[in-house]
């Protein structure tokens, strides 16, 4: 029994390295170490392989080992003394611990956020204003014969995503793949042109170089020239791109953290215009619709960055930013988000769930967090350039534990428990906390 369990292959396993959320991973163990990831991605294989080895402490105060009772009541001590505490994180948990956390948010009176407030939440502002056209991969799979990447490089950062659902992948409407589609890039101008749809290579037919902070122009340009209106000083490209879109039976526009103009987007200095740029592109998308079939999905980046906009919205009413201080939720991103909260000095206490975003986080808010005392909650060996107050390793779902990922369409997947380890779930130290705290 013992044998199988430390020597086996695992078929259909969801992987949560990424947005993409592929769900057709072959694990293989041997003396219950990961020996073989399958098919090859280097992200995915990393996310396992990192997260699989269960030598760290189950709690730790200080950075010293301790046992998980005296962690919880040194954490219970913390959160009772905390005027105005902060939740943030969530992006790499489940749906059972995002939700144990908003429980835990109401009970002590805390604001909490995700890490949509570092990478999409421009996006989910625009989509909160103007609407979004959109499908799941399985359509674009089976139906785009145009496929726009707008700000975002799919090679990198969801590195099977061209393969399994977007340009080189056979569907039903698309039987030749690659060659069922025309596929455009589109990005910053000191980028775009290295830019690759997938590990193993591959060119866009179409790279239109975008002038830092000039998407918002570029998308004007193209609602104007679908009305039929004159404009002056187009380049060929957009005129060539336009065309596509109009002539196209089925598009799609794929846009990322270059677009929405985003802390996390490598190498920029994030903007305060990324949800007008969004929402200019969502306007563009719904009146294509006008000629042809158009929808337009965001690139989420973390494994369950969807879900905890989910389980946030249909607990809360609101998707990430959220303050629930008052007895009642209030939604307002810069006022209530972490980074912004933290560099005002606003918070008393912050309780980490998942810490792989902290290193984006501006100076001032990572100066102001080391200066507080922190809970950290977080998978086998994340580096943390601070030593939490108290922290507790916990189970992965998807490798440790069973829990539901949503894909960055919001498709909800089931994560499979496939090897065992000592770390409980993040949803039941949030759960232990919610039962300790009296609040008195
Ligand atoms: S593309 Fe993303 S979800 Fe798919 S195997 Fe690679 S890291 Fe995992």
Request: net charge negative; proline share 6%.
């Amino acid at each position: 029994m013992l044998e199988l369990c430390l020597n086996k292959t695992e078929i259909h396993v969801t992987c949560p390295g990424c947005g993409c959320l592929c769900d057709d991973v072959e694990l293989t163990f041997a003396e219950g170490r990961i020996s073989k990831f399958a098919p090859q991605c280097a992200l995915g294989e990393r996310w396992f392989r990192n997260h699989s080895e269960v030598t760290q402490p189950v709690a730790e105060l200080e950075g010293i080992a301790t046992d998980y009772d005296t962690a919880v009541r040194q954490s219970l001590e913390l959160l009772e003394q905390a005027d105005y505490p902060l939740i943030y994180g969530l992006s790499r948990s489940s749906s059972p611990g995002q939700r144990a956390a908003v429980a835990l948010a109401d009970r002590i009176g805390a604001v909490i956020d995700t890490t949509a407030s570092m990478c999409h939440g421009p996006s989910i502002m625009a989509l909160q204003e103007v609407g979004e056209v959109t499908c799941t991969l399985g359509e674009v799979r089976n139906r785009a014969d145009l496929v726009i990447f707008w700000g975002c490089h799919p090679a990198a950062s969801h590195p099977r995503h061209a393969d399994r659902y977007s340009v080189f992948a056979k569907g039903r409407f698309t039987p030749d793949g690659r060659d069922s589609r025309i596929v455009v890039m589109i990005g910053e101008a000191n980028k775009v042109a290295a830019w690759k749809l997938s590990p193993s290579g591959g060119e866009a037919d179409l790279v239109i170089p975008v002038p830092l902070d000039g998407d918002f122009e570029m998308i004007a340009q193209l609602r104007a020239l679908l009305r039929g209106t004159h404009v002056d000083g187009v380049t060929e490209p957009v005129l060539q791109l336009i065309e596509l879109m109009k002539n196209c039976h089925y598009g799609i526009v794929f846009f990322g953290l270059g677009l929405a103009g985003s802390r996390m987007w490598e190498g920029s200095q994030p903007t305060n215009s990324g949800h007008i740029h969004v929402a200019a592109l969502l306007q563009l998308v719904a009146e294509l619709n006008a000629v042809t079939r158009f929808t337009a999905r965001r690139m989420r980046m973390q494994g369950d960055v969807s879900g905890a906009d989910n389980v946030l919205l249909w607990q809360t009413g609101y998707p990430f930013a959220v303050d629930i201080a008052r007895g009642y939720p209030r939604y307002n991103p810069g006022e209530f988000s972490a980074n912004e909260l933290l560099e005002r000095c606003e918070s008393d206490l912050c309780v980490i769930v998942g810490a792989e975003t902290i290193p984006h986080f501006s100076r001032a808010a990572r100066d102001h967090l080391k200066s507080i005392p922190t809970i950290v909650l977080d998978y086998p060996n994340v580096p943390l350039e601070f030593t939490p107050t108290v922290s507790f390793t916990t189970a992965v779902y998807g490798l440790h534990a069973a829990g539901t990922a949503y894909r960055m369409d919001n498709v909800p997947l089931p994560l499979r428990a496939l090897q065992p380890s000592p770390y409980p779930t993040d949803e039941v130290v949030l759960t232990d906390l919610l039962a300790g705290f009296r609040g008195d």
